[in-house]
């Protein structure tokens, strides 16, 4: 299609130009028929006119490249468009559901007059009809929903894939409108066949309970766009699952989302151990998957913020007994045949630094002055574990005799 | 021929991660046993009685506690002298689990690199990715490769990477390829269909090889990557600037191996 088609601006100075063939059309035959429904409807849609030329305003704004002042642009305005035409929907469905029940009330009359005794209702205006007249009002209001239902589908295609909630937001309101003029056709069919015109009231209480559904959800996802609302926990599980199944995350410590315009914003902090080199290609990875699925999800663009940290340090500080033979080190098989201790300081698991004390004549109170409260041998059987116990110390058994195999050869 | 995975026995975060990737992988890949190599030293038997032969009995006891997975019959314990460390030829006829090898040693069997993952597939099941140039290393690594793609039912990424030729005005990597690497491509696409691998083929024109390859492997969320050591001397090479940047698990095939496992 021809780019001009898919232009937003374009798209609404079209529908500028409906309100305007819908109003002059409307005014004139409501007049001609002594209809205020119809003229009424007319007068709307020069309001509708004022909405357009603000959405085109929001639209232009919307469109503004990124700045340093505004590093996200200004899209989040299309956000307060699509919260006014929520709010003005909800209205509506309120409107035309106090209409609809006057209407009902207006077949029981002694009912209606009840009901006026406690709550203020405006007046019921029956549709004044010939059948002179009536070909022209089927032609306003048949025509008037065709043009609606097209012109909203148009507007809801060209808003997405441009990324303007402010055209689908004002796409939803042409097809709420569509709605209506599609009840008050069947209202004037009903009247005319069946000379049962209260047939429009229920159809109208069903189309106010759809324009509420809508204005509901337009003003909800606005209002959790401009304050900031998580992109749901539905997205965010996806985005940790995401996460977890790239290869070299071990963890995810933190996870926010958020929403600006179409942009998705994901800062998520990681748990790796990989080095720089691979960090990036970890980052890749991740960068690619979430792109795919949020494009998925309908997002335009991206904004994400991956911090990439170690695991928790875990530090403690554990001692192994040592025996020296011929220069060579090794774990001593309990702390009575050591010669030496080595204190080590652990983090994640690994020896960070370590020191060679030469076995004191008391080793429990250097155990203890250096805080090494885990006490290694390699033949814990034959070790006094309750006396090291009794001060505090835990005994364990080491797997291996050799300091290399535990991880300790580099060290000294 | 039984076929096993050796590993070198260490108590550090390194060796837990081997020892793990090779308990996973013991079940996966259908090895018939696990081969645990572990260091010793005759000079113990002046500090105690016996030698230290306590070391083997408590560490067989350990892994079988800990992976119950493992039958007794399925795990062995292979001592080797501080001497012999770095010459491994008494590793057995399989694969070497190693997170970090040492590219001057020519050992003899093919090393699978686990970068840190826990397991090969814990992460859900991927494809295999096997780079190829345009000379014969990647029939070395596609020779240990494919088999064992068949056997864990994996799919192959057969990934080239060709300089742009300015010559060719043309956007598709397809057109830049070389006649020597596209005739290894029809090789390798004819070896995976003969073996009933279900495989494909990606061909880009990147600046830097090993970068092309990781990124080809993290689109794909391929679970290994197969990599063969060149033969020629040089400076430099694709499997160690591999070691250093994939986060995705490496199967590195010698000079002179490339036997089906």
Same mark, same amino acid.
């Given at each position: 299609? *021809? ?17 305007? !063939? ?7 035959? /409501? ?13 709307? *849609? ?5 909405? &357009? ?8 704004? &919307?469109? %503004? ?10 899209? *989040? ?7 006014? +035409? ?10 035309? #559901? ?29 549709? !004044? ?49 569509? %709605?209506?003029?599609? !009840? ?5 069919? &009903? ?60 963890? +995810?410590?933190?996870?926010? #989302? ?19 080199? &691979? ?6 990875? +991740? ?10 999800? /309908? ?27 011929? /220069?060579?080190?090794f774990i001593s098989p309990t702390l009575s045949q050591a010669s030496h201790i080595w204190v080590c300081d652990i983090e994640r698991g690994k020896v960070m630094r370590s020191t060679e004390e030469v076995l004191p004549e008391n080793p429990l109170a250097l155990l203890l002055r250096k805080h090494a ?10 070790? *006094? ?28 | ?12 975060p390194r060796g837990e991660n081997e020892l793990a990737f090779a308990v996973d992988f013991l079940e996966q890949a259908g090895f018939d046993r696990l081969v645990l190599l572990l260091q010793e030293d005759p000079a113990f038997a002046q500090v105690m009685d016996g030698g230290g032969s306590e070391q ?61 993952? @826990? ?108 990599? @063969? ?30 036997? @089906?496992?």
């Amino acid at each position: 299609m *021809n780019q001009r088609f898919r232009d937003p601006i374009f798209v609404m100075g079209l529908v500028a130009l409906m309100y305007v !063939v819908k109003a002059v059309l409307k005014i004139t035959v /409501g007049q001609m028929i002594n209809s205020p429904m119809i003229a009424g409807d007319g007068f709307h *849609n020069i309001a509708d006119l004022f909405e &357009a030329a603000a959405v085109i305003t929001v639209i232009v704004v &919307a469109r %503004r490249p990124s700045t340093v002042d505004y590093p996200f642009g200004r899209k *989040n305005i299309e956000f307060f468009a699509s919260l006014a +035409i929520g709010a003005s929907l909800l209205y509506m469905s309120f409107q035309f #559901t106090v209409e609809s029940l006057v209407g009902l009330l207006a077949m029981k009359p002694a009912l209606d007059e009840i009901v006026r005794g406690y709550v203020s209702l405006p007046a019921y205006q029956p549709l !004044v009809m010939s059948t002179k007249t009536l070909p022209w009002v089927l032609a306003v209001t048949a025509g008037s929903t065709a043009l609606s239902v097209i012109v909203s589908r148009y507007q809801i295609s060209v808003g997405r894939s441009s990324g303007h909630a402010s055209l689908v937001a004002d796409g939803e309101e042409t097809a709420s409108d569509g %709605r209506i003029e599609a !009840v008050t056709f069947v209202g004037v069919i &009903a009247e005319y066949l069946f000379h049962a015109p209260w047939l429009e009231y229920p159809l109208g209480l069903v189309v106010a309970v759809l324009i509420g559904r809508t204005g509901f959800e337009l003003f909800r996802s606005a209002w959790r766009v401009l304050l900031q609302h998580s992109l749901g926990e539905e997205r965010e599980s996806k985005i940790k699952e995401i996460c977890l199944a790239t290869p070299g995350i071990m963890g +995810i410590f933190k996870l926010k #989302t958020f929403q600006v315009g179409h942009t998705a914003v994901c800062l998520i902090d990681l748990e790796t151990q990989r080095g720089h080199a &691979a960090v990036i290609q970890i980052q890749y990875g +991740i960068e690619y998957h979430l792109r795919q699925y949020l494009e998925e999800e /309908g997002f335009k663009e991206f904004e994400f913020k991956l911090d990439f940290h170690l695991p928790l340090a875990k530090r403690h500080r554990v001692a192994y007994a040592i025996k020296k033979v011929d /220069g060579k080190s090794f774990i001593s098989p309990t702390l009575s045949q050591a010669s030496h201790i080595w204190v080590c300081d652990i983090e994640r698991g690994k020896v960070m630094r370590s020191t060679e004390e030469v076995l004191p004549e008391n080793p429990l109170a250097l155990l203890l002055r250096k805080h090494a409260f885990h006490l290694y041998v390699f033949d814990s059987a034959k070790e *006094n574990a309750d006396s090291l116990e009794a001060v505090g110390i835990e005994l364990h058994e080491a797997v291996s005799y050799l300091p290399e195999l535990l991880g300790l050869h580099l060290e000294f | 021929m039984p076929q096993a995975l050796n590993v070198f026995y260490r108590h550090s975060p390194r060796g837990e991660n081997e020892l793990a990737f090779a308990v996973d992988f013991l079940e996966q890949a259908g090895f018939d046993r696990l081969v645990l190599l572990l260091q010793e030293d005759p000079a113990f038997a002046q500090v105690m009685d016996g030698g230290g032969s306590e070391q083997r009995e408590r560490l067989s006891r350990s892994i079988l506690q800990r992976y119950s997975q493992i039958s007794p019959a399925a795990l062995s314990i292979k001592g080797y002298s501080p001497d012999e460390a770095h010459s491994p030829l008494f590793l057995e006829p399989g694969l070497l689990i190693n997170r970090r090898p040492d590219l001057r040693v020519d050992y003899p069997v093919p090393v699978l690199v686990p970068c840190d993952e @826990a397991g090969l597939c814990q992460r859900g099941k991927g494809p295999m990715l096997i780079p190829f140039g345009d000379g014969v290393s990647a029939f070395r690594s596609a020779r240990v490769a494919l088999p064992l793609a068949k056997t864990l039912g994996l799919k192959v990424v057969f990934y080239h990477t060709s300089w742009k030729n300015s010559n060719i005005d043309s956007d598709d990597p397809r057109d830049h390829i070389c006649a020597s690497a596209r005739r290894t491509q029809a090789q390798l696409e004819s070896d995976a269909g003969e073996m009933g691998v279900v495989y494909q083929t990606v061909i880009e024109t990147t600046d830097d090889t090993v970068e092309g390859i990781v990124h080809c492997a993290m689109r794909f969320q391929c679970r290994l990557i197969a990599l @063969a050591k060149r033969i020629k001397p040089g400076i430099g090479c694709y499997v160690n600037l591999a070691l250093k940047k994939s986060p995705v698990p490496l199967l590195i095939v010698g000079k002179t191996q490339g036997g @089906a496992l």
